[in-house]
């Protein structure tokens, strides 16, 4: 099965989750600086951060497809599970807004991370069940300790923030800096599926070539 459909929707789609989460932010009540940061402050802070995770997964689903030479049903369905929860960031990224960082909208906003960063370790899987374990993909991802980490960073944040009862709440910003501090982590794309692309590229020339 083509893959280009698949890659064309996930774009699309991705497309319009951003455009939501920008339409989302409210004007300004004034012309300054001070109301641009009253109105829409922690809003663009948080469209910041749900934004640079719209634009990781982008980039690196394109890096993972680049590996990928064929499709089935399973993989259709596994990419429409991590569209499916990265759809839910305009929501949790507003809902975290209007309430001012609280709390519960804080635990949602990390479990929605967290149903991703598993959604797309499926996908993954689900490709690597195709092509074999030899395969590019299974090569780059190799034992995925970043991948691990990131879901460990994950649930650290969520219970940080779910058993804060403090007025100062140092629970909650200790999960937001942790959403932050896995996002920074994988701001610059997997060099693994760039390598694993080119010696992929590399040994098809080779064998065309002979």
């Not at 940061?37 to 980039?59: H, M, Q």
């Not at 996908?123 to 990131?150: C, F, H, M």
């Amino acid at each position: 099965m083509n893959k280009n459909r698949l890659e064309a929707f996930s774009d699309g789609v991705l497309a319009i989750i951003i455009t939501i989460m920008v339409l989302s932010l409210k004007v300004p009540d004034g012309d300054s600086l001070s109301a641009l940061r009253d109105t829409t402050g922690n809003a663009l802070l948080s469209y910041l951060v749900s934004f640079v995770y719209v634009g990781i997964y982008w980039n690196n689903h394109h890096h993972t497809l680049q590996l990928v030479t064929r499709i089935d049903g399973s993989v259709l369905w596994a990419n429409l599970g991590l569209l499916f929860f990265l759809s839910f960031l305009p929501f949790t990224t507003a809902w975290m807004d209007e309430t001012d960082f609280a709390q519960t909208p804080v635990v949602v906003y990390g479990i929605d991370l967290l149903l991703i960063s598993l959604a797309y370790f499926v996908l993954q899987a689900t490709i690597v069940r195709i092509q074999g374990e030899r395969s590019p993909l299974r090569q780059a991802v190799g034992r995925d300790r970043k991948g691990k980490a990131s879901v460990a960073l994950y649930l650290v944040g969520i219970l940080a923030a779910a058993i804060d009862g403090g007025t100062a709440r140092i629970g909650v910003w200790l999960g937001l800096g942790t959403f932050v501090a896995v996002a920074v982590i994988w701001v610059i794309p997997d060099r693994r599926l760039d390598r694993a692309f080119h010696h992929s590229h590399h040994d098809s020339e080779v064998r065309q070539a002979g």
